[in-house]
């Protein structure tokens, strides 16, 4: 389940990954496969743990100081005609003041391709993310720290997501054009709610689903630098306990991505969009574009300009209709002297438009963020940032209904301002 935070930060990590990247360093071990690790650690302050929009007291924000360290270990091999990566990658985060939002996070992933010819390439791909949605967001969005203690949320609520691709690609594979065909399934849920409230559980568990997915795409080599994909797409997500809620998708999607004179990368994906609710004659259906496009700008060798937009059909964590999410990011990363001290400066704004038939929401955030890195080595990098997430709504409450009958009534109120200063050390083992 996305989040309007999460697509931000999406956002201005496609925008600016550039500068975080470490010079990759492998190990090969015995029978040609490869090893590759890394690890990064980070130290900072976060203003508002629980998202909390500070209108009294009740709602006042919590501070804390943190530790998080990301570990990330990577196998790969190519036996015979086959090709695979093993991937795990963990986040442990430990809020001092604020042991109750501490949290782990993994995700394991496989990724295969079986080539028994040079046209013809089996792939298979599956992950599997233990994750988390905080306190304050979610499922939780808006409510207060009184309120979370109430329905028993007493520490971050913990998410399962399986996702595994099977795909056939016919054509060379630096070949045009590429006919591709995949099957995708998808299942989302949350574990480990037996300490919730019985009526607030029933409205988590709303929000599980499975989703099926078929794509039949053919992509087509214009030059060494250009490229054009159509797509046909078809999703189908059903949920769990809640089937007023299942939905329908169908695309058809244009994506491209290019070169100008070697200063300038053009890439995106441009659909029309259909989705219907079949449960639900009361929700609101969707038909239109959705997109996303991003530019890249490099005056010079150590100079690089990165614009991002999107406009993203999401679904609600109520009955029918749907959120349309827009937005734009922007971004400079300048290296000075050696090119071993970087910046980066970033900026992102997003709104999310509720198109629901009893709800006229609309919601905002805004992030800054400004990012000082060092490399030492190739291996070794240090970052000093600062991040504000500001969120704003026109709606000062919003009730949502809870309960196996949808009978109690829960005021939330979304909105708040969140700071983060940090000091991250990547290393690359």
């Known amino acids: 389940m996305k989040r309007l935070t999460d697509l931000i930060g999406l956002a201005l990590m496609i925008s600016c990954s550039a500068s975080a990247a470490l010079t990759p360093k492998s190990h090969q071990l015995i029978a040609g496969i490869k090893f590759r690790s890394q690890v990064e650690t980070q130290f900072g302050d976060n203003s508002n743990v629980t998202y909390q929009n500070g209108r009294s007291a009740a709602r006042a924000a919590v501070r804390s100081d943190f530790m998080f360290i990301r570990p990330e270990i990577e196998v790969s091999g190519q036996p015979g005609q086959g090709i695979f990566r093993l991937m795990y990658t963990g986040q442990y985060r430990q809020f001092r003041q604020s042991p109750a939002d501490d949290y782990s996070d993994h995700m394991y992933a496989f990724s295969g391709q079986w080539l028994p010819e040079k046209r013809h390439t089996f792939r298979w791909d599956i992950r599997r993310i233990s994750g988390h949605e905080s306190r304050g967001q979610g499922v939780t969005e808006g409510l207060s720290d009184i309120q979370l203690r109430r329905y028993g949320v007493n520490r971050p609520i913990q998410t399962s997501m399986l996702d595994a691709e099977l795909a056939y690609d016919f054509g060379l594979p630096e070949g045009s054009p590429k006919l591709t065909t995949s099957l995708r399934g998808k299942t989302f849920s949350f574990s480990d709610t037996g300490n919730i409230d019985d009526n607030f559980r029933s409205y988590i568990r709303d929000q599980a689903w499975d989703e099926r997915s078929y794509t039949v795409a053919l992509s087509q080599w214009l030059s060494s630098d250009s490229q054009l994909r159509y797509?046909?797409?078809?999703?189908?997500?059903?949920?769990?306990?809640?089937?007023?809620?299942?939905?329908?998708?169908?695309?058809?999607?244009?994506?491209?991505?290019?070169?100008?004179?070697?200063?300038?990368?053009?890439?995106?994906?441009?659909?029309?969009?259909?989705?219907?609710?079949?449960?639900?004659?009361?929700?609101?259906?969707?038909?239109?574009?959705?997109?996303?496009?991003?530019?890249?700008?490099?005056?010079?060798?150590?100079?690089?300009?990165?614009?991002?937009?999107?406009?993203?059909?999401?679904?609600?964590?109520?009955?029918?209709?749907?959120?349309?999410?827009?937005?734009?990011?922007?971004?400079w990363l300048h290296h000075w002297g050696n090119d071993r001290l970087s910046t980066r400066l970033g900026w992102s704004y997003q709104s999310g438009n509720y198109h629901m038939s009893d709800s006229q929401r609309q919601d905002v955030i805004r992030t800054s963020e400004v990012v000082i890195g060092y490399d030492f080595r190739p291996s070794v990098r240090f970052e000093l940032s600062y991040q504000q997430h500001k969120k704003t709504s026109n709606q000062p409450g919003d009730i949502f209904f809870i309960g196996p009958d949808r009978d109690e009534a829960v005021m939330r109120m979304p909105g708040y301002d969140q700071h983060q200063f940090r000091l991250s050390i990547k290393v690359q083992i």
């Open 231 to 331: 797509s046909l797409m078809a999703t189908q997500r059903a949920f769990q306990t809640n089937k007023i809620k299942d939905s329908e998708k169908y695309f058809l999607r244009l994506g491209f991505q290019t070169r100008y004179s070697g200063m300038t990368r053009l890439a995106g994906n441009v659909s029309w969009l259909h989705q219907e609710f079949p449960h639900n004659e009361r929700a609101l259906n969707f038909e239109g574009l959705n997109w996303n496009l991003s530019a890249q700008w490099q005056p010079v060798k150590h100079s690089l300009w990165s614009l991002n937009g999107w406009q993203q059909v999401e679904d609600p964590t109520e009955n029918g209709g749907y959120i349309l999410n827009s937005g734009a990011a922007i971004s």
